[in-house]
């Protein structure tokens, strides 16, 4: 007999297992933030969740409000200086964990959890859209199971649950609700435009491709490992020395920098190409970079992205900044040639080269130019001098002055591919060549894991294209110095000079696999998980059958989904649920069944005393068994104290009707 | 002098409580009025957010824009978690509930002025335990407390008396806030009950037995116990001073000792003797003498307008008495 007693204050231990099951909750939800938050803020929240606790502990009253309402004040003010703004993530973040410490010093009653609660959940809302990695999976499922198990332990009126209780109590709502996260997941209508958008990219954090190219200022290439693309291939897989991802085409040079001009370039509609040679077929998933520029293999032709377009220079543009990770699929020709309608003003711009820089560069091209029989000869001798004479390949290049391609040239002689791009593209337009420069990426690896390719940060590269016989020609000078560039990838191309031990690091070949693996069960995250949109929706929905699904198909199925989930559930409550059959009688009940199986079967009035001594009497060579399991199991079931049977001999008990065999008639 | 913030709460108070009548009107023309013994079906067991339900829910929104503005496929996931945690704790809420069986156990007659207590019996025929289970007239929840499963809990409802006659139980209701606090389950019951008050005994004995005439009060000069003329079998009703417990303890079966009456005379607890103008002093006046007599193993009767107990002893002999006394309603004239 249970009984509902009247309402009482808690106890102080209940008050403090309670606290400690909300601070529990808080601590884990914060636990991403707390290394990138301002080091005060980390350690505020620390600092008061100990407080808190050891006021509770020590039985003291929570501060007056006299020292909160200046604390509040000087919290915010404290935020805002170290933010200098309350709004954005960052700040927002921080005023999220400065505002979780002053509701837990607050919390008296625990009726305000919940508003302890939300503040969690926005932070762990504000952790995604820093990052969104695998590990988001078991923190959104920890983070809110203890927060549920916090909820319940707070809203009980009589005493709290022991933890085990508590556990299996979360864990039920937690399995129940994941098929409802799954459905809403995946039919939840996903609309493609933010309505604002605020930059979660920080745009100084940018390595790689950039719209300016000055090769002069450089004096240390720095080196990312980080990812910049992935691609799958839909079929063959271009050799290493064919994969030359396009990315900024830089066409104005003002003598000193190259740069982007290309979002005034003309719209170039696809129908006007003409394409040639073999081509390749592949999914690119794109990390963000927060500029307008895809990146697509030479050269693109079809492209899956609704909101871009391709370039009079061939560049696959996107209307809207790549402020998220967005994939598409492009298909590239190898020979692409375009008729365009001005191609007489697009060259023209090619061929500019600011007067008065670089003189010697200019007056070295005039003379080459004239020992030359054709423009392509031109070229070829330029790229035989890059290849004969001592120029050098290397990151550390030193600085360069007002003519760069001149010091360049005939001083320095070292450089990475921007010098030699840059030089290149300055002397063929030196000699009336219209000539262009490419960034873009260089090669990539190739995972064994999973066969996508992965291009990093470190593969950036630029070459030139130059205008024969009209046709624009890739050209790639790097190729002439240093052509392990091309076939190898950076890494291998680096003298000696460079040694890097990150690089050595990344060569054992435990590492490597290590890093492969990893790279690819991210890969497999971001294509099936965080790649999910509104594209990859519509496609869920054609293959289940629907043939041109809109928002009201996706709102009835999501509808209906959810009903039959909420159905299943209710019935699951109202039938599902069994009660745990009592052991003792269960190891009885197999006793009895073996017996009946061997002839003597009890009746149902007849008691376990009645019942044995039949037995005994029609089975007298089992007599000694059926005795002593019949006594062992009468007295457990009757003489123990309250239900709790001792386990020690609930365990003889089985294994006697274990071992026990009656003889059959 | 009320401030704006005050009025407000006072006027959002009263739109709350008619709300809570209107429906409470239309629940009870829905259900009608209950046996004594109900069974909590799921129609009858309503289920409403509470305050921490709606901004849980307008959280949730919140935190679902934020996702669709991000399209951050992880905040969707958080979001439709939650939203999945807040169905499931709402079906849990009102199964928590749904199935219960409660059942009027008794009301203990009481004297005015104390609180009646009615006891009732919940049945949880399930194999499902109930948590946190809360019982209350109207919607105050007066106790609460968990049930296992496949078991039954008692619970006792006070509900504070003033005066003496029957008082009637107002609506009963069971809920819960289970799991989460986000939702509350709740299921009215309407059970036609009643407890007996009897008049509050007056605590003025001496000024009583002074102002009495010796005539009504004779039979208080009562010396001892009465001769004693052998034993019988226990009866409900029996005196404990009076059982033979040595004879008991060795026979195995309760016995009582019983004295001859002879010469007692029996007490008269009478109206009409005592001194009071006002009806109910005069109740109260004869209840403490009822108490008294029956403290003291008098053999005593009573004696209203239109209603006479004849002399006996006992227990129920006391409650028959005391009950006359609840009960009585002076007739009109009110005074003889």
């Known amino acids: ?665 | 002098m009320k401030g704006p913030a005050e009025t407000l709460c006072a006027i959002s108070a009263g739109i709350r409580n008619a709300l809570r009548e209107r429906s409470n009107q239309w629940i009870l023309k829905r259900q009608g009025i209950d046996d004594v013994s109900v069974t909590l079906h799921r129609r009858r067991t309503y289920i409403l957010p509470t305050r921490a339900g709606a901004f849980f829910a307008v959280v949730v929104l919140m935190l679902l824009i934020g996702s669709l503005n991000y399209a951050n496929n992880m905040g969707f996931a958080l979001t439709f978690l939650l939203t999945g945690v807040g169905l499931v704790a709402m079906h849990h809420c009102h199964r928590n509930l749904a199935g219960l069986c409660i059942s009027f156990k008794q009301a203990k007659p009481v004297f005015a002025g104390d609180k009646a207590q009615f006891e009732f019996i919940i049945d949880n025929t399930d194999a499902l335990s109930r948590s946190q289970i809360g019982a209350g007239l109207k919607e105050a929840t007066a106790v609460c407390g968990d049930i296992r499963a496949k078991n039954r809990a008692i619970f006792a409802l006070p509900l504070v008396t003033s005066k003496r006659g029957w008082i009637t139980c107002p609506r009963i209701e069971l809920s819960t806030t289970y799991p989460l606090g986000l939702f509350r389950a709740w299921a009215p019951v309407h059970m036609d009950l009643q407890a007996l008050v009897y008049p509050r005994p007056t605590n003025r004995l001496q000024t009583i037995l002074s102002a009495s005439s010796a005539q009504s009060l004779s039979g208080l000069s009562l010396i001892g116990e009465d001769e004693f003329s052998g034993l019988r079998e226990y009866r409900s009703g029996d005196s404990l001073r009076n059982i033979a417990w040595k004879s008991a303890a060795s026979l195995g079966i309760l016995l009582v000792k019983e004295y001859k009456e002879g010469g007692q005379t029996p007490l008269w607890i009478d109206w009409s003797q005592l001194p009071y103008p006002e009806t109910e002093t005069r109740l109260c006046a004869m209840c403490r003498l009822v108490i008294d007599a029956d403290a003291e193993q008098q053999v005593y009767g009573l004696r209203l307008p239109g209603v006479t107990v004849s002399p006996e002893k006992g227990h129920s002999h006391l409650h028959h008495c005391l009950r006359e006394l609840a009960m009585f309603a002076p007739a009109k004239p009110s005074r003889s």
């Open chain 1, 1 to 665: 007999m249970d009984k509902l007693l009247p309402l009482h204050e808690p106890s102080a231990q209940d008050r403090r297992i309670r606290l400690l099951w909300l601070l529990i909750a808080v601590l884990f939800v914060s636990l991403p933030h707390l290394l990138q938050v301002n080091i005060w803020i980390t350690l505020m929240l620390l600092g008061v969740s100990a407080w808190r606790y050891a006021l509770e502990y020590r039985n003291w009253s929570v501060p007056s409000v006299w020292i909160k309402v200046p604390l509040v004040f000087a919290a915010l003010a404290a935020v805002g200086f170290t933010y200098r703004s309350i709004t954005g993530v960052e700040a927002g973040t921080g005023l999220l964990l400065v505002m979780l410490a002053l509701k837990i010093l607050e919390t008296k009653t625990g009726r305000d959890l919940i508003v302890v609660s939300a503040i969690c959940w926005f932070l762990m809302f504000a952790a995604f859209l820093r990052e969104q990695q695998l590990w988001a999976i078991p923190y959104i499922l920890f983070g809110i199971s203890l927060s549920v198990a916090a909820l319940i332990q707070i809203h009980r009126v009589s005493a709290v649950l022991p933890a085990r209780q508590v556990i299996t109590k979360t864990a039920g709502i937690i399995i129940q609700a994941l098929p409802i996260m799954l459905v809403l997941f995946f039919l939840f209508p996903r609309i493609p435009a933010p309505f604002w958008a605020m930059s979660t990219v920080g745009s100084s954090a940018q390595t790689g491709l950039s719209d300016q190219l000055n090769p002069g200022d450089i004096s240390s290439l720095s080196r990312s490992d980080s990812v910049a693309f992935r691609v799958r291939f839909n079929g063959a897989i271009p050799p290493a020395s064919e994969r030359y991802w396009r990315g900024p085409v830089m066409t104005y040079f003002n003598g000193r920098e190259w740069s982007w001009a290309d979002r005034g370039e003309p719209i170039l509609s696809v129908e006007e190409l003409l394409v040639g040679g073999t081509y390749y077929e592949y999914e690119l998933m794109l990390e963000p970079h927060g500029r307008e520029w895809l990146l697509a293999l030479e050269s693109p032709v079809q492209w899956s992205q609704n909101k871009a377009y391709l370039s009079a220079n061939l560049q696959l543009i996107s209307q809207i900044p790549v402020r998220q990770r967005i994939a598409y699929t492009a298909r590239s020709y190898q020979f692409v040639q375009k008729q365009l309608p001005d191609v007489e003003r697009h060259i023209q711009a090619m061929r500019h080269l600011p007067s008065g820089s670089n003189p010697e560069t200019l007056a070295f091209a005039l003379k080459l130019r004239n020992e030359s029989s054709s423009d392509s000869d031109y070229l070829n001798r330029i790229l035989d001098m890059f290849r004969q004479q001592n120029f050098y390949y290397t990151l550390r290049p030193p600085r360069l002055g007002n003519n760069p391609v001149d010091q360049f040239l005939f001083a320095s002689r070292r450089g990475f591919c921007e010098h030699y791009a840059s030089a290149f593209a300055t002397l063929a337009r030196a000699a009336n060549i219209p000539a262009r420069v490419v960034t873009g990426y260089l090669g990539g690896e190739l995972n064994p894991m999973n066969n996508d390719l992965i291009v990093r940060q470190s593969d950036a590269h630029a070459w030139t294209e130059v205008w024969i016989d009209g046709n624009w020609l890739r050209v790639d000078p790097t190729a002439a110095v240093a052509p392990q560039r091309i076939e190898l990838g950076l890494d291998e191309a680096l003298s000696a000079s460079d040694f890097d031990f990150r690089r050595n690091m990344r060569n054992t070949q435990l590492f490597r696999q290590a890093i492969l693996s990893l790279d690819a069960v991210n890969a497999a995250w971001n294509r099936w998980v965080l790649a999910f949109g509104p594209e990859m929706q519509q496609d869920l929905l054609r293959n289940a059958g629907f043939d041109k699904p809109d928002m009201r198909d996706l709102i009835l199925l999501m509808a209906i989904s959810i009903s039959l989930l909420l159905a299943a559930l209710a019935y699951y409550l109202r039938f599902g649920i069994r009660s745990k059959k009592d052991p003792l009688l269960q190891t009885y009940e197999t006793f009895c069944k073996k017996l009946a199986d061997s002839g003597v079967i009890r009746h149902r009035s007849e008691g376990p005393a009645s019942f044995a001594a039949r037995a005994s009497r029609l089975r007298q060579t089992d007599r000694s068994h059926i005795e002593s399991i019949t006594q062992l199991y009468i007295r457990l079931r009757y003489e123990s104290i309250g239900s709790i049977v001792p386990a020690a001999e609930l365990r003889q008990l089985t294994k006697l009707v274990k071992a026990f065999k009656p003889t059959s008639d």
